[in-house]
């Protein structure tokens, strides 16, 4: 969920429920929602990928620590290939 945090630039569940997850969807992001802050907040598309994973309700479904750490990699070295500056990914 932090990485939900990161691309809106907001608290998960506060008091607004922005994202919030609930037993009966099986704790199940909403994508549509989680694509759409992403795309107006111009977040790359591998991370809102990534987040999609990260946040799967079985365990089997998520990415290990050591994936997740190479995709980072990957996205940040296409960031850099980008030359996407860090005001740009603040802004």
Known sequence: MVLVEVIARRKV???????????????????????EIATAKAAPPSLTEL????????????????????WLQE?????????VSHTDLTS
């Open 13 to 35: 569940g506060g008091a607004d429920g922005f994202c919030r997850r609930t037993p009966n969807a099986r704790f199940a992001l909403d994508l549509d929602v989680m694509r």
């Open 51 to 70: 987040c999609a994973q990260c946040g799967a309700y079985e365990a089997d479904e998520r990415p290990l620590t050591a994936d997740v750490k190479e």
């Open 75 to 83: 996205l940040l070295d296409e960031v850099r290939r980008n030359n």
